[in-house]
């Protein structure tokens, strides 16, 4: 029973990133942009047709879906393992949470529109930084804790001697 409430931390990752890409959809056209802090941050709607940052849009749209279908059902399921495992931490449980609910949500959305919504838009003086959205903040923050979460277990393990 446990384990199902722990259900509540993707569906919710996955209900925050529908819902805020639903009312960017509803509120701006594409290319179109709302600031929200002058010179720093703002709202911008995009489509992303290809993977991360963009890459992989000289595949054709057919081997494309194929390609993110596949990458998308292989880390469902072993994302989805490892959060439903008994001995499962609750550090790594809250990382995989994260990972299903940004990828469930990237996924929707390449179903629905054969493309990744993104709307964050953030400008550091010069450098402007890739438009993104809350199912890739979710998935970051995820890999990192998880990350995290591995290098502080590796160094918790006792060292052997080689003979």
């Given at each position: 029973m446990r384990r199902l409430l722990w259900?509540?931390?993707p569906i919710g990752a996955l209900v925050a990133d529908l819902g805020s890409k639903a009312w960017i959809l509803?509120?701006?056209?594409?290319?179109?942009?709302?600031?929200?802090?002058?010179?720093?941050?703002?709202?911008?709607?995009?489509?992303?047709?290809?993977?991360?940052?963009?890459s992989l849009t000289w595949m054709p749209p057919t081997v494309r879906f194929i390609v993110f279908a596949l990458a998308g059902?292989?880390?469902?399921?072993?994302?989805?393992?490892?959060?439903?495992?008994?001995?499962?931490?609750?550090?790594?449980?809250?990382?995989?949470?994260?990972?299903l609910g940004g990828a469930l949500g990237n996924g929707i959305d390449r179903i629905l529109r054969g493309a990744v919504v993104d709307f964050l838009d953030f400008v550091f003086g010069s450098w402007h930084y890739w438009t993104f959205?809350?199912?890739?903040?979710?998935?970051?923050?995820?890999?990192?804790?998880?990350?995290?979460?591995?290098?502080?277990?590796?160094?918790?393990?006792?060292?052997?001697k080689e003979n």
């Open positions: 259900l509540l931390l509803k509120n701006l056209g594409e290319s179109e942009s709302l600031t929200v802090i002058k010179g720093f941050f703002y709202l911008t709607l995009g489509f992303n047709r290809g993977a991360i940052f963009g059902v292989a880390a469902l399921v072993y994302f989805g393992r490892l959060f439903l495992a008994r001995d499962t931490s609750t550090w790594e449980r809250v990382a995989m949470g994260l990972i959205n809350l199912a890739d903040s979710f998935i970051l923050v995820g890999a990192i804790l998880y990350g995290l979460r591995m290098l502080l277990v590796a160094r918790a393990e006792p060292k052997t």
